[in-house]
């Protein structure tokens, strides 16, 4: 496990979140991106989570719907790290694999695609 700091953290998650293509980071919509530093205690190893309604699913009731929020954690990330080049690998897979869920693509597919 390495130690991070919550800025240092912080940095990096915003580093992944602007490395995303803008042909992607421009389709996204309603959605705001946290981190915490623990995931739910119902999946304490959780790294990262979507929690909203994505685009494939949206049809005329989503007017006025609150924004989906996508979840980084950092102890659980920093849990399976021993660098910080591994915690910029593990923070990029896990802000594409929820960014991906808001577009509506399932786990079962992105672990085909590597995003596990």
């Known amino acids: 496990m390495i130690e991070v700091s919550e800025d240092r953290f912080a940095e990096l998650v915003e580093a992944a979140f602007a490395a995303v293509p803008d042909e992607l980071a421009s389709l996204l919509d309603n959605v705001v991106l946290f981190i915490e530093d623990d995931a739910p205690a119902d999946d304490p190893t959780l790294l990262g989570l979507y929690d909203g309604i994505p685009?494939?699913?949206r049809d005329s009731t989503y007017a006025g719907a609150m924004p989906d929020r996508?979840?980084?954690y950092r102890n659980p990330?920093?849990?399976i790290?021993?660098?910080e080049e591994d915690v910029v690998e593990e923070v990029g897979i896990?802000?594409?694999h929820e960014i991906a869920h808001?577009?509506?693509i399932e786990d079962d597919r992105l672990h085909e695609l590597g995003y596990a």
């Open 55 to 57: 685009l494939t699913e």
């Open 70 to 72: 996508i979840f980084v």
């Open 77 to 79: 990330t920093l849990a």
């Open 81 to 83: 790290c021993d660098t």
């Open 94 to 96: 896990t802000v594409v």
């Open 102 to 104: 808001h577009f509506g």
